[in-house]
């Protein structure tokens, strides 16, 4: 599977601008923020200026100006905390490390390979799906709507949000394409 070496996920403090940009310009990616005071002009095509205010149309204002669209089958496969692809596990084996009543009401869990944290079906997933659909103008089996943007297919990974309150500066991530996804 190739990588999108444009970008990957990792976060840096406000304090690290210049070691920063460096970097994405180094590696070839795409840094995304919402600080007008970056040193945008020392590094021309690496700093993406998210201009939109709401986290849904931050969204898709990047996958639009990015030209990409994401794979719904990805969607969910991330750890949250490491950034590294979730693996199955037996509900058996989650068991010590979920809450009775999940364990009891679900059947389908997968666990992060670094950190071991586990993961569930749960109802926020249902809402965040939505969400996403929403965003992305996606049917209900994930496929493109009519209104959905057109772009390169690839398996996004996550990022934080850039709500203005957010003490984060930047954000890059991680796109594999899927072409030759087995």
């Known amino acids: 599977m190739a990588e999108d070496p444009r ?10 601008d210049r070691a ?16 007008k005071d970056v040193l945008a002009r020392q590094h021309p095509g690496v700093v993406l ?4 205010d709401r986290v849904e149309d931050q ?44 364990y009891q009401t679900q059947q389908e869990f ?16 249902a809402r965040a799906m939505e969400t996403l659909r929403r965003i992305l103008k996606l049917d209900a089996d994930g496929a493109k709507g009519r209104n959905g943007s057109e772009g390169k297919r690839v398996r996004g990974r996550g990022c934080p949000t850039f709500l203005p309150s957010n003490p984060l500066a930047f954000c890059f991530f991680r796109l594999r394409s899927l072409e030759g996804r087995p």
């Open 7 to 16: 970008l990957r996920h990792g976060v840096l403090a406000w304090g690290a």
């Open 20 to 35: 920063f940009l460096r970097a994405a310009e180094r590696e070839g990616r795409v840094a995304l923020t919402r600080r």
């Open 49 to 52: 200026f998210v201009e939109s």
């Open 59 to 102: 969204i898709a204002e990047v996958l639009r100006t990015l030209n990409v669209k994401p794979d719904p089958g990805a969607f969910f496969t991330i750890c949250l905390e490491c950034n590294v692809t979730l693996g199955s596990v037996s509900k058996e084996d989650a068991r010590s490390r979920v809450p009775d009543y999940v």
């Open 110 to 125: 997968r666990i992060c390979p670094a950190c071991r944290r586990v993961y569930w079906p749960g109802t926020h997933r």
